[in-house]
């Protein structure tokens, strides 16, 4: 054996052992990809659930939330015109 095809088995052990260690990193690659696909997807979906709910809580709050100012003003309103009445 000569120095040439010393270098060729060399060579040839080398690339095989790359291409050995791309395809596995390939693999593991698309393993990982195909995780975060469904993470995203689960995220996606939960922001989509906290949107869904967020509105519905505003749809149902602002009512709320008027009538108690409204009830505010009524009070208000009673109070002063008990204190106006009795000073008459």
């Known amino acids: 054996m000569n120095?040439?095809?010393?270098?060729?088995?060399i060579l040839s052990v080398?690339?095989?052992?790359?291409?050995?260690?791309?395809?596995?990193?390939?693999?593991?690659?698309i393993k990982l990809?195909?995780?975060?696909?469904?993470v995203s997807n689960k995220i996606e979906e939960?922001?989509?659930n906290i949107?869904?709910?967020a509105k519905t809580?505003?749809?149902?709050?602002?009512?709320?939330?008027i009538s108690?100012?409204?009830a505010v003003f009524?009070?208000?309103s009673r109070n002063k015109t008990k204190k106006g009445g009795s000073n008459e």
């Not at 120095?3 to 088995?9: D, N």
């Not at 080398?14 to 690659?29: E, G, K, Q, R, W």
């Not at 990809?33 to 469904?38: E, M």
């Open 3 to 9: 120095a040439y095809e010393i270098l060729v088995i």
């Open 51 to 53: 949107s869904e709910t």
């Open 46 to 48: 939960t922001t989509n």
């Open 33 to 38: 990809l195909q995780s975060l696909s469904r």
């Open 74 to 76: 009524v009070k208000q």
């Open 14 to 29: 080398t690339l095989f052992v790359l291409l050995v260690c791309s395809i596995v990193m390939v693999s593991l690659l």
């Open 57 to 65: 809580m505003s749809k149902r709050l602002i009512p709320a939330i």
């Open 68 to 70: 108690s100012v409204v």
